[in-house]
């Protein structure tokens, strides 16, 4: 695997990835978990804050399953015609920095990754889906998440239609406390640094309007930038609470 820079890549451990995602092996027959610990193994590169993902990708990757994310915290950021959409990544997610589709694209446009948080990715390769092959459940867990990183971008796409920039940034909080949120006492913490300029690409708004809607929301009490993240406090907004089987 490369990456960007060889001071931003710190190590290449073999784990087993039952001990970082244990809800695949509640999926697994009792029966068969020792034969899994010792098959589902892989290797995994740890990257520092601000790295990158190059374009340059051994065989061997370019036809496996892709990175999975253990640990951290990625953006996967595109652009078309000056303006900019993207996405954020994180534990469970399946991701193919080599698979790109500008090429074939009738209008051009670009993308990159850039590591927000020290992140941990397994390689799952040809070697690993070969030996991953005995266990039906696993790779059906591995289908499932990028079901679950469609269907949030598909909730990301809903909220950036809604009319008011404040109500967009308020609901987009709240959509990724829903993954990434901690309850306390005082409210819920999320630990993403999201800036006001990401947080315009990700609502689809001008960097000033974004920092003009937080404005409001701190001032009403919603919002609260903390070090490392944001507080929500109260409820989240009306729209978000109904549940929805789409």
Known sequence: MAVASEDRRISRPIVCLLDDLPDIEDSIPPEQLAGARRDLRAAVVTLQEGAS??????RSMLDGAGLLVLDGLLLRRVGIDGRYGCELLSTGDLLRPWQREEAAASMAHRSGWRVL???RLAQLDVAFLRRAGAYPEVLGALVARCLRRS???????????HPRVETRVHMLLWHFADRWGTVR???????VPLTHALLADLVAAQRPTVSAAIGALQREGSVERVDGGWMLHGSPPGELVTPSDL
């Open 117 to 119: 948080k020290r992140s």
């Open 53 to 58: 993902l190059e374009s340059q990708w051994p």
């Open 151 to 161: 269907r949030s971008l598909a909730v990301n796409m809903a909220i950036v239609h």
């Open 185 to 191: 006492k005082d409210g819920v913490l999320l630990p």
